[in-house]
C-alpha cells in the first residue's frame, strides 16, 4: 500500500469513526430517561402524611397507642387504600355521610376538615380535632394542595395540583378570641386560664371552678371553646358532694416527669359527666323545652388536655358558657346517667368481657352517651337491652382515656322495662386480680349521658 492509498484509508476511517461517535452521542442525548414527574398523591404523602402524620404514636401502624381510637395507618404504601372512599370511625361524620376522602368532594371529605383550621368551611360541624393533633398545622398552600387533589378526584396517580403550593408557609392563624361572656340574665361562664405546655409533653389539668349561680338555672344550651391543641375539654359534676376538690387550684393529672400524679388520679373517681366536647368549638341545644337543672350555689370540675408535639411552648384555655331559660318553659328536666358496674372480678393476665344490664322504671329518652372506664379498659359497647331493638349497639369507644362522645340526632326512645346494657373488654395485662375500685390501680365500667323523662 502506497502512502496515499494509504493517507486516504486513514483519513475515510477517521471520518467514519467520527459520524459513529456523533450518531452515538446523538443516541445516548435521545434515549437518556426524562424524570417522571411525582403523582400529585405521592407529594402528599412525601410532604404531609410522612412527617406530620405517619409518626409513632398517631398513624405510622397498628401498633400506636391510639390506632383503637381512629383505626387509621397513613404509612407509605398504605395510606391511599385507607383513605380514599372509606368510611371514617367519627360517628358524625359517618351520619352526615362523609368519607374519609371522598372523591371529586373535598367538603364531603375527613381529611380536609381535619387538616382545616377553621371550622367555617364545613358550617360549623364537628367532627373531632383539627389535625396534626399537638403539631404545627399545615400551611395555607398544603391545605389547599390536597383540595384540589380531592376535587380532582383524588387519583393515586397522575399531576394534578400546582407543586408550588406545597411550598407555601403561609399558615391563617388568627389570634385566639376566647368566648364572650354572656349577658347577665342568660347564661354564666366559667373558664380555664390561659396555662403553659412544655414542648413534647401532653398536659392534661383539673380545676373546679364556682357556676357563680346564686339560685337554681335550668340550661338548655351550652358552648365550649378550646385553643388549637386540644383533645377535649369536659365540665363534671361531683357524685359526693362532701368529698370536693380546693376551688380553683390547678391539679395537673401528669407530673413534670410524665408520671400520673395519684392524688388528681383519685378525684376522677368522683366525676359525674355533665358537658363536653373534643372539638375546639361546639355549641349545643337540647331539646325544645328539656333544660338541665343546675342546684344554686354549684361549682364544676372543669377537665382541660393538651397535646404540644412541638419544639416551643405551647399555650392552653378553654371556655364553656352555660345559657338559662326561665323554669317556666321547661317541660322536661335533663338529668345525667350513671350506670355503674360494680361487680368487676378480674383475673390476673386474663382477657374479659364483662356486661351489665339496666333496666329503667319509666320512659326515657336517651340524648347522649360517653363512658368510664380505667386502663385495663380495651373497648366499651353500649347496647339497648329490651324492645323491638333489642341488642343494638349505639356507641362504641375504644380509648378509656378519652372516651367518645355521641349525641343522638334522634333521641333514643326507651319504654318501662326496657334499658342499657353496657359490654366492657378488660385486658389484665398485671400479675394479681383486680376489681371495682376507685385507685388508678382498680377499674370501672360506667355509661354516663343525658337523658330525660315524659
Known amino acids: 500500500m502506497n502512502f496515499l492509498t494509504y493517507t486516504r484509508l486513514s483519513l475515510t476511517l477517521g471520518v467514519s469513526a467520527l459520524l459513529l461517535n456523533m450518531v452515538s452521542c446523538k443516541k445516548d442525548s435521545t434515549d437518556s430517561t ?38 387509621l395507618v397513613l404509612a407509605d404504601g398504605v395510606a391511599y387504600q385507607n383513605l380514599v372512599g372509606v368510611d371514617p370511625k367519627n360517628s358524625d361524620a359517618k351520619a352526615d355521610g362523609l368519607k374519609r376522602v371522598k372523591a371529586f368532594a373535598s367538603l364531603e371529605s375527613l381529611l380536609y376538615h381535619k387538616l382545616t383550621t377553621t371550622a367555617s368551611h364545613h358550617s360549623g360541624k364537628q367532627y373531632g380535632n383539627p389535625m396534626p393533633l399537638g403539631g404545627l398545622p399545615l400551611s395555607d398552600g398544603q391545605v389547599e394542595y390536597v383540595r384540589r387533589w380531592i376535587d380532582a378526584g383524588a387519583p393515586k396517580t397522575g399531576t394534578i395540583a400546582d407543586a408550588t403550593l406545597l411550598d407555601d408557609k403561609t399558615v391563617a392563624l388568627d389570634a385566639y378570641v376566647p368566648l364572650p361572656v354572656p349577658a347577665t340574665g342568660i347564661g354564666f361562664q366559667m373558664a380555664v386560664p390561659a396555662f403553659d405546655i412544655q414542648p413534647n409533653f401532653e398536659r392534661e389539668l383539673f380545676t373546679r371552678r364556682l357556676v357563680g349561680n346564686t339560685q337554681d338555672i335550668y340550661v338548655n344550651r351550652y358552648e365550649t371553646k378550646m385553643r388549637s391543641g386540644s383533645h377535649h375539654f369536659v365540665a363534671y359534676d361531683f357524685r359526693n358532694k362532701s368529698l370536693l376538690p380546693n376551688l380553683n387550684d390547678i391539679r395537673d393529672l401528669r407530673n413534670p416527669d410524665n408520671s400520673l400524679n395519684i392524688l388528681t388520679a383519685l378525684t376522677m373517681s368522683n366525676h359525674v359527666y355533665l358537658a363536653g366536647s373534643q372539638a375546639q368549638y361546639q355549641d349545643y341545644v337540647f331539646p325544645a323545652g328539656a333544660a338541665l337543672l343546675i342546684p344554686a350555689g354549684a361549682s364544676l370540675d372543669l377537665n382541660s388536655h393538651f397535646v404540644n408535639k412541638t419544639t416551643t411552648v405551647m399555650k392552653g384555655e378553654a371556655q364553656i358558657n352555660l345559657f338559662t331559660v326561665d323554669k317556666a318553659t321547661v317541660q322536661y328536666v335533663v338529668q345525667t346517667l350513671d350506670l355503674s358496674n360494680t361487680n368487676l372480678n378480674l383475673s390476673a393476665n386474663t382477657r374479659v368481657t364483662l356486661t351489665k344490664s339496666f333496666t329503667f322504671t319509666k320512659p326515657r329518652k336517651i340524648l347522649t352517651l360517653t363512658s368510664h372506664m380505667h386502663k385495663l379498659g380495651e373497648k366499651f359497647v353500649i347496647k339497648i337491652s329490651g324492645g323491638a331493638r333489642n341488642g343494638e349497639v349505639v356507641y362504641t369507644s375504644t380509648d378509656w382515656a378519652h372516651p367518645d362522645i355521641v349525641t343522638f340526632k334522634t333521641p333514643i326512645d326507651l319504654q318501662k322495662g326496657e334499658g342499657l346494657t353496657s359490654e366492657i373488654t378488660y385486658n389484665n395485662t398485671t400479675g394479681k386480680a383486680v376489681s371495682f375500685g376507685l385507685t388508678s390501680e382498680d377499674e370501672m365500667g360506667i355509661i354516663f349521658g343525658y337523658y330525660y323523662e315524659e
Open 34 to 71: 426524562t424524570p417522571v414527574a411525582q403523582s400529585s398523591f405521592d407529594l402528599i404523602q412525601q410532604k404531609i402524611l410522612t412527617p406530620t402524620c405517619a409518626t409513632s404514636g398517631c398513624h405510622l401502624s397498628a401498633n400506636d397507642g391510639t390506632f383503637s381510637q381512629h383505626g
